[in-house]
Each structure stands twice: as structure tokens, then as C-alpha cells.
């Protein structure tokens, strides 16, 4: 291996930034690329005539002032390279949202200072477990009235089951958020506000400064020592093993809006966060430092560039070092193919590249051959990493098209959006594509779904909401779904693949299933 290679390889960090919505995400990342950089002012998501945020790209995006898709962006800070996966924390996130986390070698959770943990947060730190991914916890707004910081501690505890270890300790909230102590360093980052000015000014003061009453008041310098004893007596101790396999959190407060707390918190993370992972693959696990070249898709977007109706597919490259023109295997469609147009994205702008590394990102153009979970490598090495599960839609709907005479345009576009992953389609069994079940993990995807089938395909569709809540794969592949003893409320369908599965109104549809049925194996994965 050159010596090159290792260090472009070491230098690499690779992390999705993951929350509820409203916690803070988008304006997170925003202030990381401009410590990169990468832009030159921040665009937050608020009101009409705000300038949208950089990772925010699609229409329907920019109308709504949300994050619809997960956007990668790559910039560099001092000698890091760094790629975010940007997810949508909105509260109809999308399978999309899944999926991106396994593209990353770690995640930032963003935590709302006053609202704790909430339930979006919850279902996507259960992702990372599946990953046994670095968390690091990022409590934002304490520069609005905040909860306790023990109580915000324990609840990550107990509703996540991850330790917590705090970097640093915030000093009041709201209009009392005085700073913030830095454990290691045994210093005061003084936080002060200069009238609602984005930027602040941060003043450092050790913490036996005898001027430090004066900086921060009697009051919070006599809780904070209080706090400190507390937290050094009986708080989980740091341990960076713990943390590198998703034990252990390390806790940052901060406020991203006013930028205070991030640029320590982007410095310790770096510090804290390894370089690219190996990944699991069917002939054992594949070192990033083997110089022969490979990578996974996953995920896919189509008209990115509305003139061109062009089909990303972005990769996440595993191993060695790409370039472009280079020849590869395309392990699914069993063929050697050179991967055209290689660009990097910062958001919807794309630069073309003549070459990337383990740990990167990249997009390709994509003829239609790619699926969600492909491999391509080096054509002497042959193997394929692990698939990519497919999650469980929580809403489902009847879909059909308005004018019959546009069957096709029906058919290319449902399932172009669904090789995406922003949906999933479903069929009667034996039924034909003229009428579809969608199924999606959050509702707003069915007006997405509504607003690119009419924008991109010229296609006007009726919907009709089906009283489902829950869907499971059928694991026994022997097994019939027309002999098995179901409730009258539970439907047989079958996924674009040919997989079987059932839908159910509620649980008990589930445990009826299960205890009518002794031989049924049910999952909420499927298999990609």
C-alpha cells in the first residue's frame, strides 16, 4: 500500500447528522461548512424569504423549508476530509433516512435542550445500534430556557440505553446561558450574547480565575463547582473503546444558531472519530486500506438536474482509491463497466472528479442497472458486502392513476421513485402494477410521491388511505400465503421481487398470525 493512499485514507471522517425535527440538524451542519470553508454564509431555514439552507435542494424542499432527502457534502477542516450525510429530521422522514446511515462511520445527534429526547431521535438511534456506530450528542439551544442538564443526561440514558459522558457543562440557559465548562481543560468558554448577532464572542477563563464571579456570577460559579463534584464523583468516566463501539456517548451542550460550542465540539469529534470502518461482505470483512477499489450504493435519485432527467446513484466507497475511468465488477448485474460522470455533491452542486477514497462519497451517473445495496470492486477481487435492510413503511395507501392512457408513465415513475427508497410498492397477490399499495415511513413521502409523479413524469393519481399499521416479510420461503390462517382485517401482498408479505391493522392482527400459524417466521427487515 503507498504510503499516499494511507494518509488520504486516515484523514477521512465519515458521519450522518441525526435528530428530531426542529432540534437544530441543518443549522449544525451549515456552521461546520463554514468552519470548511465550504460556503460563506449560512442560510437558516426560517420564514418565506430566508435563504434556503445549502443541504436543502429539491422544490418541494425550498417551498416548505424542510429537509426532504438526505443530502452528502464533503469539505475539508485543517487536515480532515470530511463527508456529512446530512438525513431529514423532519417529522415524515423517509426510509432514505435509514439508509444513510449505513453509508456512515458514525453519528451526531442533535438533542432539542428543552424537549429531550424525542420520538424521531429514538427511531434512528436504533439504526446505529444495528450499525454498533459511534454516537456523539450534541444538546443544542441552551441559549433558550433549557431543561436540566442531569435530567437531559439521565433521559438519554434511559430512554436510548447508551451511558453518557459530558465533554463539557453548560452554566444556566436562556438569558442566563453564561458558557460552558470544558472538563479536560479545567477552562470557561464564556458565551456572550452582542445583540442577536449570529456570531458570539468567546472569552476563556480558567476556573480558579478569581475574576470568574465577575465574568459569570456568584450564583452559577457556586452550582457549576457543585455540579463538577457531582459529575467527577459519580458520572460515567471517559473511555474512548466504549465510545468507538456505541457504549458510550460523549455529550456537548452548545447553540448552534449563535455558533457557540461548535467549533470545540467539531474539534473534539474529529479527535474522538476513527478513520473509515471495515464492512462485512460475503467473503469476510474488507479492510479500507486494501488498495483494491470498492464500494456499496446506497442510495439512488433521479432528476437531480431537471434538464438532463438524470439517476444518481451514490456510492460509499469502502476500500483502495477511485479513478475515474477505472473499470469495474458490477457484482449484481454480473459485468465489468466504467463508472461515467463521477462527481462529489455539496448538496445538488457537483464537482466531477478524477479521484476519491475509502471513507468518501460519490455519485455516478446511473443508466438504470443500480439497486439500493449493489456492490462494485476491483474486477480481480469478486465479492459482495452485506445487503442493506429494507425498513418497515409505517403508512400505506391505494394508488392509482387518474388517465389509464398514462399506464406507462404510472409504471416508470412508482417504481423509479421506489428504487430510490423514498417508497415502497406493494401488489395484490397475482395483481398487476395498474393499481399499487404504497407503503412509507413517514406521510409526507405520499405528497412527494404526488408532486414528482405529476412535475416529473406528467402523471395525475388518486390516493386512498388503507387502514394498515404494520407490515411484515413472510421468512419461510416455502410456505403459501393463500393456505395460512389470517384475521379478516390482516392482506396478503407480494413486494416488487416477488417477496411475500403481510399487512396488519393492529397487533393483535400480528399475534393471531403467529399463534394460528405455529410454522409462519415473520421479520420487520426485508432483504435487499
Not at 456570531?199 to 470568574?212: F, K, M, R, T, Y
Not at 464523583?233 to 465510545?243: I, N, S, T
Not at 475511468?325 to 458490477?330: A, L, R, S, T, Y
Not at 397475482?430 to 402523471?459: A, H, P, S, W
Request: charged share 30%; with cysteine.
Amino acid at each position: 500500500m503507498s504510503k499516499q493512499l494511507e494518509q488520504e485514507i486516515n484523514r477521512r471522517r465519515t458521519f450522518a447528522i441525526i435528530s428530531h425535527p426542529d432540534a437544530g440538524k441543518t443549522t449544525l451542519t451549515e456552521k461546520f461548512l463554514l468552519y470548511g470553508g465550504a460556503i460563506t454564509l449560512a442560510g437558516a431555514v426560517k420564514g418565506k424569504k430566508a435563504k434556503h439552507a445549502v443541504s436543502d435542494w429539491m422544490e418541494i424542499e425550498k417551498q416548505r423549508g424542510i429537509s426532504v432527502t438526505s443530502s452528502v457534502m464533503q469539505f475539508q477542516y485543517e487536515n480532515y476530509c470530511i463527508n456529512i450525510l446530512d438525513t431529514p429530521g423532519h417529522q415524515d422522514f423517509s426510509e432514505d433516512t435509514y439508509r444513510t446511515l449505513m453509508a456512515a462511520d458514525s453519528a451526531v445527534m442533535v438533542i432539542d435542550a428543552s424537549k429531550g429526547v424525542e420520538n424521531q431521535t429514538r427511531k434512528l438511534f436504533k439504526v446505529c445500534l444495528l450499525r454498533d456506530i459511534p454516537i456523539f450528542t450534541f444538546i443544542n439551544k441552551m441559549d433558550r430556557e433549557a431543561r436540566n442538564p442531569f435530567d437531559l443526561l439521565e433521559e438519554i440514558e434511559q430512554e436510548l440505553g447508551i451511558k453518557t459522558c459530558p465533554i463539557n457543562w453548560p452554566i444556566g440557559s436562556g438569558k442566563e446561558f453564561k458558557g460552558v465548562y470544558e472538563r479536560q481543560k479545567k477552562t470557561i468558554l464564556a458565551f456572550t450574547a452582542n445583540n442577536g448577532q449570529k456570531e458570539v464572542e468567546a472569552v476563556e477563563a480558567d476556573i480558579n480565575d478569581p475574576h470568574l464571579e465577575e465574568l459569570i456570577g456568584k450564583e452559577h460559579r457556586d452550582t457549576l463547582v457543585d455540579d463538577i463534584e457531582l459529575l467527577d464523583g459519580a458520572g460515567d468516566e471517559f473511555d474512548l473503546e466504549q465510545v468507538r463501539h456505541g457504549k458510550l456517548s460523549p455529550v456537548f451542550f452548545g447553540s448552534a444558531l449563535t455558533n457557540f460550542g461548535v467549533e470545540p465540539f467539531l474539534e473534539d469529534f474529529l479527535k474522538m472519530t476513527t478513520p473509515p470502518l471495515p464492512r462485512h461482505s460475503d467473503q469476510g470483512e474488507v479492510d479500507p486500506f486494501d488498495p483494491n477499489f470498492s464500494a456499496f450504493v446506497f442510495k439512488i435519485q433521479a432528476n437531480m438536474n431537471k434538464a438532463h432527467r438524470d439517476r444518481i446513484a451514490f456510492m460509499r466507497i469502502c476500500s483502495g482509491k477511485f479513478e475515474k475511468g477505472m473499470e469495474v465488477q458490477h457484482i449484481q448485474g454480473a459485468k465489468k463497466m466504467r463508472l461515467s460522470q463521477p462527481q462529489q455533491m455539496m448538496a445538488q452542486d457537483r464537482e466531477v472528479i478524477d479521484e476519491a477514497y475509502a471513507g468518501d462519497i460519490i455519485g455516478v451517473f446511473d443508466p438504470g442497472i443500480f439497486s439500493i445495496g449493489d456492490t462494485v470492486c476491483a474486477p480481480s477481487k469478486k465479492f459482495a458486502f452485506e445487503g442493506i435492510p429494507t425498513f418497515a413503511p409505517e403508512h400505506f395507501s391505494l394508488v392509482r392513476q387518474v388517465d389509464t392512457m398514462k399506464r406507462k408513465q404510472f409504471i416508470k415513475g412508482t417504481s423509479q421513485i421506489a428504487q430510490e427508497g423514498a417508497i415502497q410498492i406493494f401488489q395484490e397477490l397475482g395483481g398487476g402494477m395498474e393499481e399499487v399499495i404504497v407503503g412509507v415511513v413517514g406521510t409526507l413521502q405520499f405528497d412527494v410521491l404526488e408532486y414528482r409523479l405529476k412535475n416529473e413524469y406528467n402523471v395525475d393519481i388518486r390516493m386512498e388511505g388503507l387502514p394498515y399499521q404494520y407490515i411484515r416479510w413472510i421468512e419461510n420461503e416455502d410456505l403459501d400465503p393463500k393456505k395460512l390462517n389470517l384475521s379478516s382485517d390482516t392482506k396478503r401482498i407480494q413486494d416488487l421481487k416477488g417477496n411475500h408479505l403481510l399487512l396488519f391493522a393492529n397487533e393483535w392482527s400480528i399475534r393471531w398470525a403467529e399463534e394460528h400459524n405455529k410454522e409462519l417466521r415473520l421479520s420487520e427487515f426485508g432483504r435487499s
